[in-house]
């Protein structure tokens, strides 16, 4: 047996103290560095696997040819150039709707308007504006039938737009008949004193009835009499109806 070697059942000296120390440390440093091994290992999956999925979108161009890319290249940019065309034709098309529309409008508001316009004029709507009221008096009922439709067509050529016979609206087919003091208009009696209700220049009107020789002196010569009021509104109320043609129908 070696003397030197310790003896059984003995323990360590305080020379073998160091050699045991550094066994401990050098145990602690591996398993340090085992720990920091896995955990760098651990990053770098995670780091590799994001690597690859932001990679996922350029793995199919990045093996690519120069020709494939520029054919594709050259297709988006063909959608592209189709996708502004269609823009652009929606643009136009949008407006050339908006233009429809306001032409539409436009023609509606001129057809009614117009619409408005016939009716006062054929007497099947009520109208107002600047004119005069002419009071026709009869006393000795004297005034044929002719002398009350020259005061209409008088008042016509004076330029009245529209008018009225005490109830009876006047149209361009109007006829006075009956005899002196039983009157007609268009079928309806009237009597005297006759109230006619006129839209027109109130001063142009009133003239034409005043001229030597016309209205207004024919009327007194009969024993009547005319009295005039110009006003700046009058209301011309009494209705027309329309007359149906008989025998005219609308052309293609």
């Keep these: 047996m070696d003397d030197d070697a310790p003896a059984e059942g003995t323990t360590a000296g305080p020379a073998d103290q160091p050699s045991l120390w550094h066994r401990l440390r050098h145990r602690r440093r591996d398993r340090l560095a085992a720990a920091l091994i896995g955990v760098l290992t651990l990053l770098l999956g995670f780091a590799f696997a994001v690597q690859v999925r932001s990679n996922d979108t350029d793995t199919t161009y990045s093996g690519a040819r120069e020709e494939d890319l520029v054919r594709i290249l050259d297709d988006v940019n063909a959608r592209e150039d189709r996708l502004r065309e269609q823009i652009a034709e929606q643009r136009t098309a949008l407006g050339q709707l908006s233009d429809t529309d306001s032409q539409a409008a436009a023609a509606l508001a001129e057809a009614q308007q117009r619409a408005t316009e016939l009716g006062i004029l054929n007497g099947s709507i009520a109208a107002q504006g600047p004119g005069l009221r002419m009071t026709i008096e009869d006393p000795g009922g004297e005034l044929s039938p002719a002398n009350l439709l020259n005061a209409i067509q008088e008042l016509r050529g004076a330029g009245a737009e529209t008018m009225q016979v005490d109830d009876v609206r006047i149209g361009v087919s109007s006829a006075v008949t009956g005899s002196a003091g039983a009157l007609q208009i268009d079928g309806q009696d009237v009597a005297a ?39 700046e509104e009058v209301v011309v109320d009494a209705l027309r109806p329309l007359d149906q043609p008989q025998y005219a129908d609308p052309t293609d």
Excluded: C, E, H, K
């Design 193 to 231: 004193p006759y109230v006619v209700v006129v839209i027109g220049d109130p001063q142009v009107l009133a003239t034409a009835m005043d001229i030597p020789g016309g209205v207004s002196a024919t009327v007194r010569q009969r024993g009547g009499d005319v009295s005039i009021v110009q006003s």
